[in-house]
């Protein structure tokens, strides 16, 4: 399925893998119900390829689809970052990441900490975004956490700073959110020292579907002018 997401340059589903004229044996061994092969684009040239699977049966929806294309789209650079580029083991573990079939959650929590090998950032969140119900939905999280950042919570997007990406899709950096607390959950951030925010918008088609924020105890912590 890698190979037909490589050459078609687009998502391939399988469902039921098990039933699936190119399943492999030790996949189908290993309890394996669904598969999602998501090529990596960068400029329009795939340079890799995420296979994810799953022990359900119609695992991936097409809201799941989505929301996995779009973080993909914004991790293909850095996998082509030439800090990447000069970590060879860990350039190496990533490669390994995106290459296994596992439960979406297991690749995010691998990828999160290669990704904290090079930046060093105290929080990672993933979080789908509902923007005719205003609402946004925890994916994944990893690192210090404030009250209500359990996977699944549902937040209010008036009340964090994503709210941002519906007007402008832009990725929002804020070097101390003590020099502007904008949003209710500003104030909870700052209390658990996480003074940095960087939120960069998840798309798929035009349409913003989530949101990965990295936050930092330190302010300017990645370099970033906002």
Partial sequence: MSGRAFAAEKSIISHD??????ALSRQVDAGTKSTLALPLLLDRRVIGVFLFGSRKLGHFTDDHVALME?????LSPLLENAKLQQTLAVTDEIARIITSSLEVAEVFEQFASEVNKLVEFDRIIIHAINEQAGTS???FRKGIDPPRSEVGSVRQL???RSLDLVTTSKTVVVNDLA???RYPLDKEYIQAGLHLAFVVP?????RLVGALT???RQTNAFGIQA
């Fill in 137 to 139: 939905i925890v994916k």
């Fill in 158 to 160: 008036q009340h964090i």
């Fill in 179 to 181: 020099d502007s607390p």
């Fill in 70 to 74: 779009a973080v993909a789209r914004q």
């Fill in 214 to 216: 990295l936050r930092s």
């Fill in 17 to 22: 893998y098990p039933n699936h004229p190119g």
């Fill in 202 to 206: 998840l798309l798929s088609h035009s």
